[in-house]
């Protein structure tokens, strides 16, 4: 794993929701505001394959999470990523709807002859356009259109915690049923 929870105390946990990324991290990012702890480091992605993300992205448990310019082009040295199923708005806790988050899945090989599809996935979180306040003060400082910036999240679905383990209810629930079979009725 990378070392890259430096910003972190011990002991805590680096574990976003959808609104936690796009309202306090990328909002932010997005205006040339300073985040506190700023632990998502800026990563040009595409020229990186995922398995190579360690040490470069921050990572915690088994996901790595990182700032990068949106771009259409999203290949690699290895392969590419390309955008699955459609994207989804995400909603702040009052409703509003404060930006929109896409799954890609990495492929290895040439996107023009077709590749094999890998298990490595990545959410791209973006800001809604009329989300981007400072635009006029963001041009006179700087060059950079910030607005541009995504959030991402990269993780590897045979890493995935949650769809191998059983909670313990379900252990439980599946010892009743084993359980039930042993035992006769009587009429």
Same mark, same amino acid.
């Given at each position: ?28 990012? =997005? ?25 470069? =992205?921050?990572?915690?448990? +088994? +996901? ?7 771009? +259409? ?28 988050? +896409?799954?890609? =899945? ?63 209810? $379900? ?9 039930? $079979? ?6």
């Amino acid at each position: 794993m990378g070392d890259n929870n430096f910003n972190l105390p011990p002991g805590f946990r680096f574990y976003p929701t959808d609104e936690e990324l796009v309202v306090h991290f990328l909002h932010r990012k =997005a205006d040339l505001l300073p985040c506190h702890p700023d632990v998502i480091p800026d990563l040009d992605l595409y020229p990186i394959d995922p398995w190579d993300l360690d040490g470069k =992205a921050m990572v915690e448990g +088994k +996901k790595w999470y990182f700032y990068s310019r949106r771009t +259409k082009a999203r290949i690699s040295e290895s392969g590419y990523w390309q955008p699955i199923g459609v994207e989804e708005p995400i909603y702040s806790s009052c409703g509003k709807k404060v930006g929109m988050k +896409k799954y890609c =899945a990495f492929y290895i090989g040439d996107p023009s002859e077709g590749g094999a599809r890998t298990n490595w996935i990545m959410q791209e979180y973006r800001l809604l356009s009329s989300n981007s306040t400072n635009k006029s003060s963001r041009k006179k400082s700087s060059k950079i259109d910030y607005s541009k910036w995504v959030v991402c999240q990269v993780y590897n679905e045979d890493d995935d915690d949650n769809s191998k383990e059983l909670s313990c209810l $379900d252990e439980v629930l599946l010892s009743m049923d084993d359980d039930l $079979d042993e035992i006769s009725w009587h009429n």
